[in-house]
Structure formats: C-alpha cells, structure tokens
C-alpha cells in the first residue's frame, strides 16, 4: 500500500497539532492514516486505500458510515433550520424520552458533549447530592480525560496519573481492582460513609473488554445501598451496543443509580448525557442547586442523530446482525489462536472483540476463551480469563504496535490504535468482511 499522503499530511500536522493528532490514541507509529472517507464498514485513506473499519469512531458509529436515509434526513433537515439557538428544541424532549422508555434506570436526563463532559458532571452531581466527597473507580477503568478519574495506584495510595491533575483529586479518589469482592468490601469498611459513588464500566471497555464475574456488581448496588453511596454506571462505550437498547445494565440485571451515556446517544456526533432518577437529576440547576451547564448541550443536530440512529436501531434488526458478526469474529479469532497461539484470549461481548496478547495462566488452556456475562466463577474458562485491568495489562502490546495492527493495516484491517481498546463492529459490516478479517488474523499467525 502506498502511504505517502498520509505521511506528508502528518508530516504538516505536527507543525499545527500536538503530536499531530487531536486525540493522543490517534497518533499510530510512523504515522497514522488520514482518513479521506467512509464507505459503509470501510474507511478509505488519503492514499486510496480501502480498510475493513474496526474502529468505528471508537464506537459511536453503530450503523457505519453510510448513515440510512432516515438518520441523514433528520440531520440534514436539523441543519438547514439552523445550527443551533441557545434555547430548548422539541428534539431534545423526544431523545430524552426515548431513551427513558428504553434504559431501566433512566427517568430524566441532562445532556451535555462528550463522555468526559458526562462522568464530569455526573461526579459532581453525585457529591452534591450525597454531600460526600470520596468516589471509587476500577483500575484499567477510564472516564475520559477528567481530574477525578485519571488517577492511579490503589486504595492505600492513589496518585495522579497525569501532570497537571493536582494530587488533592487523588485523595478524593479510590481506585481498587475490577471484579475484586475483597477489595471493595474493605474499601466501604473503611470509607462506607465518606462515599459519594461508585463510577464503573460494567466491563472494562477501554481494558479490551474485561467481563465483570457473576455477583460484582450486584455486590457493588448492596454496597451502595448501605452506605448511602450512589452506583455510576460508565456505558458510554456499551451504551446502545452492549445489551442493546436497554444498554450493558438490562442486560446484567444490575440498576445503576446514575448512567452516563456518548458515543451512540449521539449518532457520531458529539453528544453526551447523565440519566437517572428524577429524585437525584433533579438536583441540577436549575432545579436544584449542583450547577451544571453548556452552550452546546442538546445540540438539534446531535440530537437529531442520535434519536434518529436509535429508532432505526429499535426498527431493524441491528443488534441481531452486529452481534451475530461480533461472536463470528470472536469464536473465529478464537479458533485460530486456540492453534496458533495458545493462551491468547479473546475478549468481548455482542458487537465488540479484542484479541489481547497476554500469555498469563495460559499453560492449562485448551481452548481460547470467549466469555460474556453469563461467566462464573466455576466456568471452564474463569481461570485464563482477566479479571481485572492488570491482568490485562501484562499483555505484549509491543507485539501489538509493532508487528500485529501494522500488519493488519497493511491487509486492510483498520484497528484499534492500541492493545487494549475494544473493537467495534457496525450494521454495514457484511459476512464477507468477517471473512476476509478471519483470513487477515489467520495468515499472521500462520
Ligand atoms: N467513559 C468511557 C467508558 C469511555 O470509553 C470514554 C471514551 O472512550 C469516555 C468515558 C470519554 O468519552 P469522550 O472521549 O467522549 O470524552
């Protein structure tokens, strides 16, 4: 393949652009592919190239890139009545109550941006309105890019994980291990009375897809319960995909206070949103006193998207397809790595997959493991599974970066930039995508 607009163009971009990029994950070695336009399932580069997309958007893009008529017309028609205004839109009302009817937890919602925007505002509305200041989150977890989750450490001794982020975030902040019941268990022991929440995935999305054990987060709502806290539940990666439209907490059974949902919601534009309870939304300005606030929020167009994008998804069969070709990729990928490479592992659920490089506990497998929420502790698959964010990072991700997804691309398999951020597959994706991307994983193991 040729590369050389790509090159030339990053070449340019890191005159203008830190690190030539917008978003750190995008800056792939030597340089990433500029992407000219979206075909359907595929991408094609400033070069011409042609890939199988994988990445989709990093998952907002649930029905690929060509949208159908019914989504391009609303967004086009929002357009042409003005950008935006700065008061409220009938379309704002009528996503909020769709997504009511749908997400078991949710009665109101305030949108806002993005999904940082989102675990932001739900944090600050989870202290406000239990007046505690202490919020927990899982290591391998991730928020988005804010002060009160990008620490790191553990319990005993959190720290920041980026400069710039004050350690006085950290201390308000307690990271413990995914799926780890001791752990949280101690941790309310401890602090059961200064926590205002627990902020989790329910499964660890940006960890390639840990799966969460039977019984951890029905631990984590009893816990919560007791002490007062409130259970944040991050889907805004498996919102709208994993679980379909009652999103990854119907599917586990599990009633988060709070859900913070982007990505989908917004239909591939940027479009963010707290939900939950009237009792505890309510306490937002201006109905109560947690200030929150943004010019841009509910934008028409966004909203438009994404309400569009979800109708479609609620009248065709979407979730069937995309998760029919999520577990072909995955038992696919499986198959050949049970041969080839013994011991790596598959993960993910419905329409995400990720094969992740990590050998640990690897000497007693027969087979790959595929897991999803039905998982337990007895399953045969359990004990070469990761269970939490670290198990998952011990993973070869220089094997990854250097020799797998250039690989790939170079087969036209467009990827995830790095080891462990999950995949993402969308409602144009075909059968024979699935195969030509089996033949592409198949050829580099061979
Ligand atoms: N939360 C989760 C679970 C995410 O996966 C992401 C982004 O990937 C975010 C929050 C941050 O969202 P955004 O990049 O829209 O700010």
């Known amino acids: 393949m040729n590369h050389e607009t790509s090159r030339d163009l990053y070449d340019r ?29 595929h991408v094609i580069d400033a070069d011409g190239n042609r890939y199988i997309d994988y990445v989709m958007g990093y998952g907002p893009l649930l029905l690929g890139h060509d949208l159908p008529e019914s989504v391009r017309a609303a967004i086009q028609s929002s357009m042409s009545d003005g950008p935006m205004y700065g008061a409220p839109t009938e379309i704002e009302v009528e996503l909020a109550e769709f997504v009511a009817r749908h997400v078991p937890s949710v009665e109101m919602l305030r949108f806002v941006n993005s999904g940082t925007e989102a675990t932001v505002s739900a944090v600050r509305l989870a202290r406000g309105y239990t007046g505690r200041e202490k919020i927990v989150v899982m290591q391998g977890g991730y928020h988005g890019a804010q ?20 350690q006085t975030f950290a201390e308000h902040t307690i990271p413990v291990p995914f799926n780890d019941s001791e752990a949280i268990e101690e941790v309310f022991e401890t602090h059961g009375e200064e926590i205002a929440a627990v902020l989790t995935e329910p499964l660890l999305g940006n960890t390639a897809g840990v799966p969460p054990v039977e019984g951890y987060h029905e631990q984590l709502r009893e816990l919560c319960d007791e ?9 805004v ?11 990854a907490q119907g599917k586990l059974g599990v009633t988060p206070d709070l859900t913070t949902f982007a990505k989908i919601i917004g239909g591939g534009f940027p479009a963010g949103a707290v939900g939950g309870p009237a ?15 943004g010019t841009f929020s509910g934008h028409p167009v966004a909203m438009a998207a994404g309400l569009e994008t979800l109708r479609y998804a609620a009248e065709n069969d979407v979730y069937d397809h995309v998760n029919r070709l999520g577990e072909q990729l995955r038992t696919g990928i499986a198959d050949i790595v049970s041969d080839r490479a013994p011991g790596y592992t598959i993960l993910g659920t419905d329409s995400m997959f990720k094969l992740v490089f990590t050998r640990a506990g690897t000497s007693d497998i027969d087979e ?49 930039a790095n080891q462990l951020e999950s995949q993402f597959v969308s409602d144009a994706h075909t059968d024979e995508d699935v195969e030509q991307t089996l033949e592409a994983y198949k050829e580099f193991f061979e």
């Open 279 to 293: 009792e505890i939304l309510e306490s937002f300005t201006p109905a109560g006193n947690v200030f929150q606030s």
């Open 237 to 247: 990666m498996t919102g709208f995909r994993v679980g379909g439209l009652q999103c």
């Open 227 to 235: 002490s007062g806290a409130l259970l944040i539940f991050d889907e």
């Open 147 to 166: 002060e009160s989750t990008l620490v790191a450490g553990d319990a005993e001794n959190a720290r920041s994980s980026s400069p710039g982020v004050p």
């Open 13 to 41: 971009a890191l005159s203008v652009l830190p690190g030539g990029v917008n978003s750190s994950v995008r800056a792939t070695q030597p340089y990433p592919a500029f992407i000219e336009r979206g075909d359907g399932g």
């Open 368 to 416: 790959a493991c595929i897991p999803g929420y039905r998982q337990t502790p007895d399953s045969d698959c359990f004990d070469h599974c990761p269970k939490t964010g670290a198990d998952v990072e011990s993973a070869e991700t220089d094997r990854w970066d250097r020799l797998f997804r250039p690989a790939m691309k170079e087969e036209g398999i467009f990827l995830t």
